[in-house]
């Protein structure tokens, strides 16, 4: 990797706009006390389970809509679109008082969501291209996920002072609404030839569609990548934030401490917007330097490997739930090996597919992740409300090892390129 270039990469102006875009999207204050939110509206875990998947079927269903809709009509014109549901859903987040207006804001979240993935991927691999910076794709990828990451630690830094201060969880909703207007004037100001689209083709939105779809038939390797990324962010994201009640009922029962003039509960906020911090900024080191495993290490042997690592972090985690510090090394390390393995991702999957389907390729993985979100939320927040939260653990590294087969990506000496 040639050192000049990647000196002309980090002090670009446009690179530099790709960064605090992350840095920005990230500032989302109230992600460190999500579920404990929901759960001071007296909402069980089920129900938790069951706004996961709400925000997650959302997602699914407008998912490939508008990754289509970005790569025909135009990625900048979708990203804004994306920024304006994200500010309304915090609104009505703020407003929630019962599982309804939950569940209002969780589907315009997830139309922000849907809306928002692939697109913003995809414009940097153009403007690469545009630079003929395309060999540096995990480099630059390492580096703006690297920006993201710095935010979220100090999204978690601030969020402590904002939950200790604030009179109820609602009003952490409302200042999340700043740092999302700076990324909408943000997107705004990048330049118009980054608003790619494939209209001025003489193909139709659905002969365009029917392409793609069949590429993915006779592209095997692109499917194995599509579907064991799905699943595994997928569990990452049906199960992640469920450490929040973990934790809640491990620090109030054990009396955990960390101020001794604050209450318990107050504590367990301390504890979280510190673990939040935490994890952000060792993920800001290992998305940073993933491309470098990749250097050493077989990409496909990489993505292999981390799927069976989330199994033995589900395993740690189910034999040691009562451990609180366990439990929060073991979540650390589960975002550790997930920002690592994101920027190998990006770079290997997108050697797989044609340049002018990128948003819709990226919408249908996050779609695939979608959808085994819907059913793991739930399914944990059942098992755990009846019978126990080590049980559901142990349930999903189960089902982890019994689908790899379908998921484990081919081990070819070089992929398909582009097919």
Sequence with gaps: MDADVCKHIVSDHQIIKFKLYGFFKNLKFFEPYLLLFFVSKHLTLLQIGFLISIRELIVNVFELPSGLVADYWGKKKELLLCFVFYMVSFVFFYAT?????????????????????????????????????????????????????????????????????????????????????????????????????????????????????????????????????????????????MVQPILEGLALSSGMILVATLSPDKNLKIVLGLLYMVISLMSVVSTRNAYRLSNHIASQTLLNTVHFLLVFCLLMIAFWIKKPLIVCLVFIMIHIIHNARKPIFIAVIDDNMHKSERATVLSLESQVKSLVTIIVAP????????????????????LLVCIFPFLEVLKKKKLALNV
């Design 97 to 241: 008082s019962s599982f309804g207006t939950a569940a209002i804001a969780m589907i315009l979240f997830g139309l922000g969501e849907a809306f928002r993935s692939g697109s913003h991927k995809a414009m940097i691999f153009t403007y690469l291209e545009r630079k003929h910076w395309q060999d540096y794709k995990a480099y630059v990828y390492g580096r703006t996920r690297g920006s993201s990451l710095i935010g979220s630690a100090l999204s978690s830094l601030i969020s402590i002072l904002l939950i200790l201060k604030l009179p109820s969880f609602n009003g952490i909703f409302l200042f999340s609404l700043v740092p999302y207007a700076f990324d909408f004037l943000l997107i705004l100001s990048y330049p118009s030839y980054l608003d790619t689209t494939n209209k001025e083709t003489d193909k139709s939105f659905v002969s365009f569609f029917s392409d793609i779809v069949r590429g993915l038939r006779v592209n095997k390797p692109l499917r194995h990548l599509i579907l064991g990324a799905g699943v595994f962010e997928g569990t990452i994201a049906g199960m992640k934030d």
């Design 379 to 398: 399914f944990v927040g059942f098992v755990a409300d009846t019978y126990s939260m080590r049980l559901a653990f142990l349930l999903l590294a189960f």
